[in-house]
């Protein structure tokens, strides 16, 4: 239903329409103010009204592509572009993209379980997160090999070697076709 079919255009008795001179016909002239103000006008305010209520724009989103708006738990407006799935406002918080640009949900909290520092960067309207490097661990070179474990390494010529413990069986590898292949047999 159009706003503008309520509109008012003209009036059925037009004031303005009316004899310069009146003489003796009081009642009559209120008759034709009061159909004005009693009929025309209030029927239209009415319809207007009733149509505004109709769109029930009390509950309604005026955006073309919002649907909805809510809380969340944390106290954070959501948004929904059709009316099911939500997400947090971006101004209610940080949009979490990682290191390989791939965008993270929004959630209300951001918790850092390790050592980092944080740097605001206002031109890219950005909270930067370092993350510190953790302790070096083991190379990868094992000295001493538990029975039935093995090891590969490669030599300083670029050599894939095979080590094992002495004692035990050879570990079931062979290379076939340029591929290393451990057998299950």
Known sequence: MSLQEHKLTDYAVSIAGLPDKIENKAQWLKQQFDARTDSE???KHNSLIDALDAMK??????????????????GQVEISTDGEHFETLSSSGHRIIGPNGQAMPQRGKLKFTGEATMFDDAEANTTEIRAFKGEPGNPGVVV???PGL????????????????DGDPQPPLRIQDGHLIYSLE
């Open 41 to 43: 006008v209030r029927d």
């Open 57 to 74: 724009l009390d509950q309604t989103v005026r955006s073309g592509d919002v649907k909805a708006l809510r809380l969340n738990a944390d």
């Open 150 to 165: 093995f090891s590969l390494y490669v030599d300083s010529e670029g050599c894939l070697r095979l080590v094992w413990r």
């Open 144 to 146: 001493d090999l538990a």
